[in-house]
């Protein structure tokens, strides 16, 4: 089971660093992603970390201002969020998938979602 935690209310240029979690179990040997979903659109990428946490894919509008990161022995995920803007406003997914890790909305795991809001 995932379980994200860090989202909130922020201004524009802040930043956030958002935590998956997971219980009754760990994190070895699966591929990890955040995903977002704004209001009225579909879900979309925002970057994904391999097992090893050598290999990071990033979607263009996180590039240069999200980092993703993961600690086995914590057994969690981050998502270092900064210079936010208000198109970053979203319901945010951690999620996890067998495979090699790659640029895909499709993962196996998901978790509940934590609300970014970016407004002034």
């Known amino acids: 089971q995932l379980a994200e935690s860090g989202g909130g209310l922020v201004r524009p240029g802040d930043s956030l660093r958002l935590t998956c979690s997971a219980s009754?179990?760990?994190?070895?040997?699966?591929?990890l992603g955040w995903l977002r979903q704004a209001p009225g659109k579909e879900r979309e990428f925002v970057a994904t970390?391999?097992?090893?946490?050598?290999?990071?894919y990033y979607s263009d509008f996180a590039k240069g201002r999200f980092t993703i990161s993961r600690h086995h022995a914590e057994t969690a995920m981050y998502l270092q969020m900064n210079n936010l803007r208000a198109e970053d406003t979203a319901v945010y997914y951690c999620?996890?998938?067998?495979?090699?890790?790659?640029?895909?909305?499709?993962?196996?795991?998901w978790g509940q979602g934590t609300q970014v809001t970016v407004s002034s």
């Open positions: 009754g179990g760990t994190f070895d040997n699966y591929a």
């Open positions: 970390i391999n097992w090893s946490g050598d290999r990071t």
């Open positions: 999620a996890a998938k067998t495979g090699g890790v790659t640029i895909t909305t499709m993962y196996d795991y």
